[in-house]
């Protein structure tokens, strides 16, 4: 299975953008889906996680601001940022825990950059 990342992109502070992640390959169910993100020169940090049953969870800093969601029938979950601010800016990546029959493991997307200026 992998996972494969679009959207990101340049914005404006106070603007938006979606991203988007899509799982192939042997897929039996998706578990938890997330994204995280990483700015220069500081730790990869959890932006928000969704579980199977469509909870939610986010990090303080994006509250209010972030919306994870997920399409299950097409195997893909997104992130929609609102009210972007500078410090948003680093490359985003996705995460999955996939079930593919036997086996669950963790899987990545590559990561897709995010700058936000003032």
């Known amino acids: 299975a992998r996972l494969v990342e679009s959207g990101g992109g340049l914005a404006q502070a106070g603007g938006s953008l979606r991203l988007s992640c899509a799982a192939s390959g042997s897929i039996f169910s998706l578990n938890t889906m997330g994204w995280y993100r990483q700015a220069p020169g500081k730790q990869r940090e959890l932006v928000a996680v969704?579980?199977?049953?469509?909870?939610?969870n986010y990090a303080d800093s994006v509250k209010g601001r972030f919306t994870i969601s997920r399409d299950n029938a097409k195997n893909t979950f997104t992130l929609q940022m609102n009210s972007l601010k500078p410090e948003d800016t680093a490359v985003y990546y996705c995460?999955?825990?996939?079930?593919?029959?036997?086996?669950?493991?963790?899987?990545w997307g590559q990561g897709t950059q995010v700058t936000v200026s003032s």
């Open positions: 969704i579980l199977s049953g469509g909870s939610t």
């Open positions: 995460n999955a825990n996939i079930d593919d029959g036997t086996d669950i493991n963790v899987y």
